[in-house]
């Protein structure tokens, strides 16, 4: 089975300051990659994903995440946070054909003014 | 987009008693959706499989005679806490796939039991 890894839970930073968060996962074969966030008070959205092809993907929101297989990884950034960019966000994977979604613990991002 | 109702979205009940769960695929049909469990600070806990016209699957460790799943239709499934006990308290979770491709979440119950 999948597992995924999502580290520094909390992070703190101000406006126009860049966002990376970190994502790896564990699983042998061929992947599916998400990033959802989690507004206050709203549910999960997807902001980006990553099924094949070029391993920079573009998401909503000036997201942007890339996949690097050799290092397992899926890293989520974004150059420059709004206030409204204050969100939990979570890593998510599935192998290829099969729909079992595994999550990270989640980011929980507060951008202050 | 696609969106996912779940129903309610806030409900506090007596221990004992039991608690439904509604999850609704609004613009499309879902012969699957997911089950989840979310615990403060803390990941998206997978409880089941749910498919239309057919078994549930469980994870392991999740009780199928007290988590309820009913897929009547390809766009409502249910989840039933039976007989709910304070550490059944949760953020329960929902999701249907689209396409077999993009998973679709609802808003959460948060679920109390007093």
């Known amino acids: 089975a999948q597992s995924v890894s999502q580290h520094n839970h909390h992070v703190i930073l101000s406006e126009a300051a860049s966002l990376e968060l970190g994502c790896n996962y564990s699983y042998g074969g061929t992947v599916n990659l998400f990033w959802y966030v989690q507004y206050p008070g709203q549910h999960l959205q997807l902001l980006l994903k990553?099924?094949?092809?070029?391993?920079l993907v573009k998401g909503i929101k000036g997201f942007e995440a890339e996949f690097i297989k050799s290092k397992f990884s899926f890293n989520l950034r974004k150059p420059s946070v709004q206030w409204s960019d204050t969100a939990e966000y979570f890593c998510?994977?599935?192998?290829?054909?099969?729909?079992?979604?595994?999550f990270g613990k989640g980011n929980q991002v507060v951008v202050i003014p | 987009g696609a969106v996912v109702s779940q129903h309610p979205s806030r409900v506090i009940c007596k221990s004992g008693t039991s608690v439904k769960i509604e999850c609704r695929s609004l613009?499309?049909?879902?012969?699957?959706m997911f089950w989840y469990r979310q615990f403060p600070k803390q990941s998206l806990m997978l409880m089941a499989t749910?498919?239309?016209?057919?078994?549930?699957?469980?994870e392991q460790g999740v009780e199928k005679d007290k988590f309820l799943i009913n897929h009547a239709s390809l766009t409502l499934s249910t989840l039933t806490v039976t007989s709910a006990h304070p550490e059944d308290s949760s953020f329960y979770i929902c999701?249907?796939?689209?396409?077999?491709?993009?998973?679709?979440f609802g808003q959460g119950t948060r679920l109390t039991v007093v």
């Open positions: 990553y099924f094949s092809g070029d391993p």
């Open positions: 749910s498919n239309e016209g057919s078994k549930a699957t469980y």
């Open positions: 999701s249907a796939i689209r396409a077999n491709t993009e998973a679709f």
């Open positions: 613009d499309f049909q879902a012969t699957t």
């Open positions: 998510a994977v599935n192998a290829k054909g099969n729909n079992r979604l595994a």
